[in-house]
């Protein structure tokens, strides 16, 4: 059992920047490969990256790739999700997930554990 709990979200103005965090307690943290989702209101939830167990790797869809950075402190057993030039569109509510199999997924199914979310609102 994984607990994650996100937070660093707000209100920000389009091409500002905010950074998430994602902290994670219970088994071994360095166990999962990581993700991000987020879900803007009447929308699927939506895929935004994910990083290896280690770290070494990452992937990102394809809207936010060079805005956008993954990174994780196995040692803190912290998730982040650094977010510049932020665009209205990125307006959602952003999740942190773990999966314990499959590494850099982008189907919210293969994450067995996922935080409440926290809200990101970017104003134009």
């Known amino acids: 059992q994984v607990q994650l709990v996100e937070s660093g979200g707000g209100l920000v103005q389009a091409g500002g920047s905010l950074r998430l965090s994602c902290a994670a307690s219970?088994?071994?943290?360095?166990?999962?490969?990581m993700g991000w989702f987020r879900q803007a209101p009447g929308k699927e939830r939506e895929f935004v990256g994910a990083?290896?167990?280690?770290?070494?790797?990452?992937r990102y869809v394809d809207s936010v790739k060079g805005r956008f950075t993954i990174s994780r402190d196995n040692a803190k057993n912290t998730l982040y999700l650094q977010m510049n030039r932020l665009k209205p569109e990125d307006t959602a509510v952003y999740y942190c997930a773990a999966s314990g199999g499959v590494a850099l997924t982008s189907t919210p199914r293969t994450y067995s554990y996922w935080g409440q979310g926290t809200q990101v609102t970017v104003s134009s």
């Open positions: 219970g088994r071994t943290f360095g166990a999962y490969s």
């Open positions: 990083i290896s167990k280690s770290g070494s790797s990452t």
